[in-house]
């Protein structure tokens, strides 16, 4: 014969509310925990693999290595066979492939990035401002994107096939069809040339970034319209929505607390991917606007062959994808409860 327990008093009520919030918490830590954990050995690993691969690569490309960082020390017109021998004695170029990569694992194991090859400079020096240029470029082409495409996604889930689901598809058409090179000087011819209200190049004043980002923005904000709105509209019609429509909830009530945080899981792991896509693929816009990014930047050091340079930015933008990666996983865990409550003891 199963046996009733009797009803809980207040003070058991709430001993055993703090009890279940204090296990979701802790259901909720575990799993960030063991992603920093994996992401943070990733992060080693992803180090030592991307730098050794940049450094052999650039070992083996054709033509000589102590020329080229002599024609970028001293200029092509003022190099000769006596200054890059100079140049390849000063740095150690003769001795064997492995030595010098032992010699670069030493200083890394130490935080110690090296120096230029052609400037002579630190090469966190060297790195400061392209790294801070493309995460300035790239959040601020993000932060547009998101403004824009994310209302309208949500606007034209509520009608499908309305006149604003068609002019969203039209418009994630038209902006994947542009080119951005090609945008960007439209936006140039318009902007900078006929009206004068925005700088063509350059770095350093607000209005300088004004014109790449919304370059980079056009075609994101379409993308980030199209997939909320099919996200949205596929959640809408989920039994859960229309359960909690039954219960008498608002609609305004279920967009914010069903629909918009579902559709913030997806919505997230897609912003992720297309940040990485930001911070490693603007080249072309970078060098259409002279916006000094870490794209450019690694361009210029693959030409000269300033090895510590180039192994330094592949491995910052390994690094980048593995914290975008990891800012994702745990905006997943923020929004989507499940994961943690299997972490709950019961």
């Known amino acids: 014969m199963t046996t009733i327990p009797p009803p809980l008093d207040a003070e058991e009520t709430v001993e055993a509310t703090r009890v279940e919030r204090g296990?979701?918490?802790?259901?909720t830590a575990r799993p960030i925990l063991r992603v920093l954990a994996q992401r943070a050995l990733q992060a080693v690993s992803v180090t030592l693999l991307v730098s050794t691969a940049c450094f052999l690569i650039v070992q083996n490309l054709p033509g000589d290595l102590a020329y080229r960082i002599a024609a970028g020390r001293y200029g092509y017109d003022r190099v000769t066979a006596a200054s890059a021998d100079a140049v390849r004695a000063d740095l150690g170029l003769d001795a064997p492939v492995w030595q010098q990569l032992a010699g670069w694992w030493a200083d890394l194991v130490r935080l110690d990035l090296?120096?230029?090859?052609?400037?002579?400079?630190?090469?966190?020096?060297?790195?400061?401002?392209?790294?801070?240029?493309?995460?300035?470029?790239?959040?601020?082409?993000?932060?547009?994107?998101?403004?824009v495409g994310v209302p309208v996604g949500v606007v034209a889930a509520r009608r499908p096939n309305g006149l604003l689901d068609r002019v969203t598809t039209v418009w994630v058409a038209g902006s994947r069809a542009l080119p951005p090179f090609l945008l960007g000087l439209l936006l140039i011819l318009v902007f900078s040339v006929h009206f004068g209200w925005l700088p063509a190049v350059g770095h350093g004043a607000a209005s300088n970034v004004v014109l790449p980002a919304v370059t980079l923005a056009v075609g994101?904000?379409?993308?980030?319209?199209?997939?909320?709105?099919?996200?949205?509209?596929?959640?809408?019609?989920?039994?859960?929505?229309?359960?909690?429509?039954?219960?008498?909830?608002?609609?305004?009530a279920v967009l914010l607390r069903h629909v918009l945080r579902?559709?913030?899981?997806?919505?997230?792991a897609y912003v992720g991917v297309q940040a990485l896509v930001l911070i490693?693929?603007?080249?072309?816009?970078?060098?259409?606007?002279?916006?000094?990014?870490?794209?450019?930047?690694?361009?210029h050091a693959i030409f000269w062959r300033d090895v510590p340079v180039v192994q330094a930015a592949a491995v910052a933008l390994a690094l980048l994808v593995v914290a975008v990666n990891t800012v994702v996983d745990v905006a997943g865990l923020g929004l989507d409860p499940r994961p943690r409550r299997r972490s709950v003891p019961s």
């Open 262 to 268: 579902n559709a913030g899981v997806t919505l997230a």
């Open 280 to 299: 490693e693929g603007v080249v072309v816009v970078e060098s259409l606007f002279a916006w000094p990014g870490l794209g450019h930047a690694l361009v």
């Open 220 to 252: 994101l904000s379409g993308l980030f319209a199209r997939v909320t709105r099919d996200t949205v509209a596929q959640i809408r019609t989920s039994d859960f929505v229309a359960f909690a429509e039954s219960k008498g909830l608002g609609e305004r």
């Open 23 to 27: 296990a979701v918490r802790r259901g």
């Open 114 to 147: 090296g120096t230029s090859l052609v400037t002579g400079a630190p090469v966190l020096h060297e790195l400061y401002l392209p790294v801070t240029s493309s995460l300035h470029l790239a959040g601020t082409a993000l932060a547009l994107a998101l403004a």
